[in-house]
């Protein structure tokens, strides 16, 4: 079952487990995601919808958090994004739906529900991850921030722009991520960081080939300043 973000998982070990390895510096979430729609060209994906990136090491960016707790709630609020859009986008599209979908159009129908599984365990990361940094932020002595209410339109409709955005919307988290996380003051916090980043690197590969795309088109990704995932995040937030 889909968990619904804005009833984020009930307390259980594995979240309690996540949240300590988390505060020791050992695991933990520190999701930072930016999307575009489908229908227009994301501020984070160049001409051919790729994620930012190349063939050379790229430079940092600089990115205006004020300190860890502005990082974190930054963080958690991409996190509800995206954890929002999955679950609308799976409760409008099922298993059958995904044939339509150019990396899965030959797939026997067996294979297509493991697929569909896959999409709602990703669903199920972003969750817990907005759940786990609202408890960080709360142990940091800061307020977490609320879960915004979004409008995904179409693109958690229709099979093939839900799978093209789930794409941008993972590229984009990639590299906001690697914006953000060079700002982290506490050092206890990077080795966390860096794990949910390389999660989200996996979802992104995942998503990208069903859309048949490759799941791996750069040698390196470029980070992206908070100011440009915010734009990217705009059209997304109902006022």
Avoid: C, W
């Avoid at 409008?92 to 297509?112: A, M, Q, R, S, Y």
């Amino acid at each position: 079952m889909v968990n619904d973000p804005h009833t984020v998982p009930q307390e259980n070990s594995s979240v309690t487990n996540t949240r300590r390895r988390f505060l020791g510096g050992a695991a933990g979430a520190l999701g930072v995601v930016g999307v575009g729609t489908a229908f227009t060209m994301p501020v984070a994906a160049d001409e051919h919808g790729d994620p930012p990136g190349g063939d050379e090491p790229p430079e940092g960016v600089d990115s205006d958090f004020e300190d860890d707790v502005d990082i974190l709630n930054f963080a958690r609020t991409l996190e509800f994004l995206e954890a929002r859009f999955y679950e609308e986008g799976l409760d409008n599209i099922g298993t059958d739906d995904l044939h339509d979908v150019e990396g899965v159009k030959h797939l026997d129908d067996e294979v297509v529900e493991y697929l569909y599984s896959e999409i709602e365990v990703i669903q199920e990361h972003e969750a817990i991850h907005a759940e786990v940094l609202g408890s960080v932020v709360e142990d940091l002595g800061g307020d977490p921030v609320e879960e915004p209410e979004f409008d995904f339109g179409e693109a958690v409709e229709d099979p093939t722009a839900f799978i093209e955005t789930a794409a941008v919307l993972e590229d984009t988290g990639v590299s906001a991520y690697a914006g953000a996380a060079t700002e982290i003051e506490d050092p206890e916090l990077i080795p966390p960081a860096l794990s949910i980043h390389s999660v989200e690197g996996r979802h992104a590969s995942f998503v990208r080939v069903l859309g048949g795309e490759s799941g791996f088109p750069n040698a390196f990704d470029a980070p992206q300043p908070r100011a440009d995932i915010e734009e990217a995040i705009e059209p997304f937030l109902v006022e």
